[in-house]
């Protein structure tokens, strides 16, 4: 497993939607279909998106018993700022690079797992899924595909059991002017002066959202002014000023109910659900007696686990310890790698029992 783990974080896989050139997942992908070429397993490879594929690997239950799938993303962010982004070494039981954290620990450790069950009354995945650091087209075009009864998001949590997330949504806003030269305050509307009441009712409206009630596990719900471009130049009066915002969305909360709040003319660009599961699913509890020291958290990113329980799939996220997600230092933590692929084979063995054995 430590072997695979440092070739997966050697091999470049940034996300070529992040950064112009990049290689993308396919290079992991080709490192998984050796790794699965095992009459054992089925591998499917989707790529809708040409050059950007996820694989499902599916391990045949023998019948009668509820399947789980185990959802890892190949991507990384970029390694611009990196001095060894690709080194793969190890230091005191921490293995260094891009990736090793965010999540190709998790991802080592579910080939590992995967790898070591026997057969089970149940169907057991792994989604090696593209593009989750970007928009998440490999979850999404596996879940047009697959239905298993359960998932784990291996995202890292610490070995904890993560049962909540906030959702996000973007949002733009185009204040408009009419350009004009400097001199002429006749015809010129200034946009970046238009700006500024949308930017004052959002400076309003952010400071009253972390009044809110706060979500037990998340905090409250909050906003952010993530870009603000006016104006082409010192003497022109600037045509438009576009301001990007960006909305964290507690369980409960829609992206039609944050666009309301927002200055007229605000339009919804892209969003993602919150995640939120019962603690108390039979899933979590075979984790709770596989890792008996976890706790039950909610974490602040957002991770794939927002579709999967938006397609009404039973949901938990589950991974190593480490640090440096898209930092320059990134490592991941391998006794809790190890520790990881030991709970998802035994959470595993147990859930995809026949309905009687449950």
């Not at 593209?130 to 890292?156: K, W």
């Not at 003497?235 to 000023?241: G, L, M, P, Q, V």
């Amino acid at each position: 497993m430590h072997a695979l783990l440092a070739e997966l974080v050697r091999t470049n896989s940034v996300n070529p939607s992040l950064t112009a050139g990049a290689p993308g997942e396919a290079p992991i992908a080709a490192i998984l279909e050796r790794e699965f070429a095992d009459p054992r397993f089925e591998v499917h490879r989707l790529e809708a998106t040409p050059g950007r594929p996820s694989l499902v690997v599916r391990r045949p239950g023998t019948g009668g018993g509820r399947s789980l799938m185990f959802n890892a993303h190949m991507d990384t962010v970029g390694v611009e700022t990196m001095a060894e982004p690709f080194s793969g070494r190890v230091e005191n039981g921490r293995l260094y690079g891009r990736g090793a954290f965010d999540m190709k620990g998790s991802l080592a450790a579910a080939v590992a797992a995967m790898q070591a069950l026997p057969p089970l009354p149940g169907d057991v995945y792994l989604a090696a899924v593209a593009d989750e650091e970007f928009l998440s087209l490999g979850t999404e075009e596996v879940l047009r595909q697959f239905r298993p009864d359960a998932a784990i998001v291996t995202e890292p949590t610490g070995l904890d059991l993560c049962v909540a997330h906030k959702g996000f949504a973007w949002f733009e806003l185009t204040v408009p002017g009419r350009a004009a030269h400097g001199s002429r305050y006749d015809l010129g509307i200034d946009a970046n002066l238009a700006a500024v009441p949308s930017l004052q009712q959002l400076s309003e409206l952010s400071a009253e959202l972390l009044r809110r009630p706060p979500h037990a596990l998340l905090g409250p719900p909050s906003l952010h002014v993530a870009t603000v471009h006016g104006g082409s130049g010192w003497s022109t009066y600037a045509a438009a000023c576009n301001i990007q915002i960006e909305r964290r969305l507690l369980p409960g909360e829609t992206a039609e109910q944050a666009l309301s709040e927002l200055p007229p003319g605000a339009r919804l660009v892209f969003h993602r659900p919150p995640y939120e599961t019962n603690p108390n699913t039979r899933l979590i509890t075979l984790a709770r007696r596989a890792l008996p020291e976890a706790r039950i958290t909610g974490q602040t990113p957002w991770f794939d686990s927002g579709l999967y329980a938006a397609a009404g799939i039973e949901t938990l996220v589950l991974g190593p310890a480490g640090e440096g997600a898209h930092a320059d230092i990134e490592w991941v933590d391998l006794a809790s790698v190890e520790a990881a692929a030991a709970a998802y084979m035994q959470i595993a063995t147990e859930f995809c029992q026949t309905e009687e054995r449950q």
